[in-house]
C-alpha cells in the first residue's frame, strides 16, 4: 500500500511536471511570437521613420530652394523698380532741361488785395475796347486764360509758360 502511494505520488508528480513543462514551453512559444511580432513592428516603425525622415529632408530642400527663388525673384523685382525708378528720374530731369531751354522768361503777377490780377485786368479791358465794350455784362471767369490743351498737362506745361500769347 505504501508502494501504491508511493507509486501515485510520483505518477501525479510526473503529471503535474509535465503539464507544467508543457504550460512552460506555450509561454515561451508565445513569448517569442510575441518578440517577433514586436521586432517586426519595429522594423516597419524604422522604415516609417527613414521615409518620414528622406520626405521632411526633402520638403525641407524644396522650401529652401522656393525660398531662394522668391529672394532671387524680389531682389530683381527690387533691381527693376529701381531702374525704372532711375529712368524716370531721367525722363523727368530731361524734361526740365528741355523746359527751362525752351521757356521764355515771363513773370506772373500775384493778384492784388481784393483778389483781382492785373494782367487779366488789362486783357479784359483791351478786349472792351476791340469788341466796343460788349463783354462787360460777362462774368470775371470768361475773361481768364484759354484752359490748356491735355497734350500740354501731360508735357508739364504750365499756365505760367502759356501766358505770354
Do not use: F
Amino acid at each position: 500500500m505504501l508502494e501504491a502511494e508511493l507509486e501515485e505520488a510520483r505518477s501525479e508528480g510526473k503529471a503535474i511536471y509535465a503539464e507544467m513543462c508543457r504550460q512552460c514551453r506555450a509561454l515561451q512559444k508565445e513569448m517569442e511570437t510575441h518578440r517577433r511580432q514586436q521586432e517586426e513592428e519595429v522594423m516597419g516603425l524604422r522604415k516609417k521613420l527613414e521615409t518620414c525622415q528622406r520626405e521632411a529632408e526633402a520638403a525641407q530642400q524644396e522650401a529652401e530652394r522656393a525660398l531662394g527663388e522668391r529672394d532671387q525673384t524680389l531682389a530683381q523685382l527690387r533691381a527693376h523698380v529701381a531702374d525704372m525708378e532711375a529712368k524716370y528720374e531721367e525722363i523727368l530731369h530731361t524734361r526740365r532741361k528741355e523746359k527751362h531751354l525752351h521757356r521764355e522768361p515771363c513773370s506772373v503777377p500775384r493778384a492784388d488785395s481784393q483778389g483781382t490780377q492785373p494782367h487779366l485786368l488789362s486783357k479784359s479791358k483791351n478786349l472792351k475796347k476791340t469788341l466796343g465794350g460788349k463783354l462787360a455784362d460777362q462774368p470775371r471767369e470768361t475773361l481768364a486764360l484759354p484752359s490748356l490743351p491735355s497734350w500740354s498737362l501731360k508735357l508739364g506745361v504750365h499756365r505760367a509758360t502759356w501766358t505770354n500769347s
